[in-house]
């Protein structure tokens, strides 16, 4: 379910287009649904069903603050989270969640392309 809402400016600080609360996909009310945004927040909600939602975030959490260790770069840090990884390498393959692998995101945590 997508829901329009100020929450993601604020949740994010700003930083978010869409962020995903499981079972609810949230969009920023000054931004344009694209196929591509819907995509990419519907590998976030397969991603927190397998990992039994708040494993997920706490997972999520843990590997931000790793990869600011690893970057210094707060963008880059979390563009590189495994779960961001994956889901911006395929926001754009509409097909792509009618044939993932579970865990598919796990392949994302060495790099960015797990080729
Ligand atoms: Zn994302």
Redesign the pocket.
Known sequence: MIIKTRLVKILSFGFASGMCLYPFVLIGKEIEITERLVN??RI?LKQQLETLILPFYLWYFIEFLIRILQYRNFEKAYRNIS??RE??YYESHIEYLNHRKNYAWTRFMGQADPG
């Open positions: 990419h927040e976030h779960f961001e889901a911006y």
